[in-house]
């Protein structure tokens, strides 16, 4: 067995040992026929096997039926961020959306969409917040679902439900009660907590997620859309990325990323030999409790983010001087906890604390932080 170190990467992350062991292992005859799975024909009967039963497991993991399509693409959520306008923004005749900002992502997406039609911001956590005693900054919250504002005649509402880069997440989803505009499709990037809890699919028109971050290797998008909400593409919407194309043949209008689908489809089948999304739930609530009760009971580390939109995926904290910093994440890469430091744009530290993560590793982390606060506090 080799030592791997602890990695709290946000992405490219951390991959379950067994899925990794079992891909080793078919990694030049795949169950018999000889050949690997990058080798094959995305249109032979192997490979239409190992995608077909990716979707079905991927949809018995969320319990989505046939109204929603399944699909597995490629350009990363980033792509993503301009395909759903060029499929959907269109779709209630104006080309028109309403977008929620709370972090770097929805910002991005909220500017790649801003190429395709006339889109606005329907709330946005860029300021502070007075909130149960104390000022919170810019992104470390999420606005309340009664001050949205979205139009009546915009295609979709767009949100992130985590923000990977600040660990914001929408822990509730709105429901369309709840917002003044209920036929408006809710559009999501769950790139980074998706597979981590269930998801109440009943108010999802769209939703979208790199694998790279909970689900599977890089390389694969993967997009599940209502099916009413299919056929409505800008002319200018390449073929290849038009929803209406990529159904229809089931991911294989061209040729999909056939490795990262198989290497997901394993990680589905984990999760469900685990016993789902609730098993895999649970598991998660205990790790996150774990760290983040450690952090609030230490009057040296500080936790940037809001308590009822702390995400259970992506735990930025600061030490309480920056110039510790790079002693900080010597000794953990020397305690082997790898990839520990903050995103540029948020500084600090980021643990990612995917699915994939085991509770060891994250004692491994409180451990850690223990000693180091008690040398340097
Ligand atoms: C990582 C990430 C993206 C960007 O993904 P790419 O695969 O690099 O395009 C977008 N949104 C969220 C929430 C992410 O975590």
Known sequence: MIARPWNFSAGPSVLPEAVLTQAAQEMLDWHGSGMSVMEMS?????FTQICDEAEADLRELLGIGDDYAVLFMQGGATAENAIVPLNLISRSGQPRADYVITGSWSSKSFKEAKK????CIAASSESVWQDIGRQWNAFTWVPPVSDWQVRSDASYLHFCSNETIGGVEFTQWPSPVEL????VPLVVDASSHFLSRPIDFSHVGMLYAGAQKNAGPAGVTVVIVRRDLIGHALPICPSAFDYAN????RSRFNTPPTYAIYVAGLVFKWLLSLGGLESIEAKNKQKAEALYDFLDQSSFYQTPVHPAFRSRMNVPFFLPDPELD?????GAMAAGLHQL???KTVGGMRASIYNAMTLQGVLALTDYLKSFEREHG
Do not use: C, I, M, Q
């Not at 395709?116 to 889109?119: E, L, M, N, Q």
């Not at 790079?326 to 010597?330: A, V, Y």
């Open 326 to 330: 790079t002693t900080f994440l010597k």
């Open 116 to 119: 395709y039609g006339d889109v």
């Open 341 to 343: 430091k903050g995103h």
């Open 246 to 249: 990529v159904a229809r043949e």
């Open 42 to 46: 995305h249109r032979g009967s192997a």
């Open 180 to 183: 003044d505009s209920p036929n």
